[in-house]
């Protein structure tokens, strides 16, 4: 469990491979936009701080967290990538919508990552409120899309 004042989105340029050779995909949930938003600007700016250069790194949105893995998908089958992120967003409600959503997207990604020849990187906050989304996608924890960026050029490295 993080603590209040963690940062885990901090890494290590030295101990990252180089990504200048790579591209990359980045599917983007509409829903939560102030979110998804954030998220993508993390992992956009991690893989140009990691030597991606900018025209390598594709962006298709998605309207919410749910078409993620047909967004996934469907970009690994038209064009040339190395990895893809998919980043969403998704804050418990009041219904069990909240559960099948994040479930679905879970599974979605995992069934990729079985399936594809790349990785899929799950980027999909599932939070109880807004502020927790807002503490992990560049507040007080840091921002997991640079955290899925990392791990987005480490597996496209295998």
Not at 109 to 135: E, R, Y
Request: include cysteine; aromatic fraction near 6%; charge should be negative.
């Amino acid at each position: 469990m993080a603590t209040a004042n963690t940062n885990l989105s901090a890494y290590d340029k030295a101990t990252i491979p180089n990504a200048r050779n790579f591209r990359f995909g980045i599917v983007v949930s509409e829903w939560n936009q102030e979110i998804t938003e954030a998220l993508y600007n993390g992992a956009h700016e991690t893989l140009l701080d990691c030597g991606a250069v900018d025209e390598n790194i594709l962006r298709w949105n998605v309207p919410g967290s749910f078409e993620l893995t047909f967004g996934s998908k469907k970009m690994a089958e038209t064009h040339d990538v190395d990895a893809i992120i998919a980043i969403g967003s998704v804050i418990q409600g009041e219904t069990k919508h909240f559960d099948f959503v994040c479930n679905a997207a879970a599974q979605g990604i995992k069934d990729l990552n079985i399936h594809l020849s790349i990785p899929v990187i799950f980027c999909v906050l599932t939070d109880n409120t807004i502020q927790q989304a807002k503490d992990r996608s560049g507040g007080k924890h840091g921002n997991k899309g640079a955290e899925a960026a990392i791990a987005a050029i480490k597996m496209a490295s295998l």
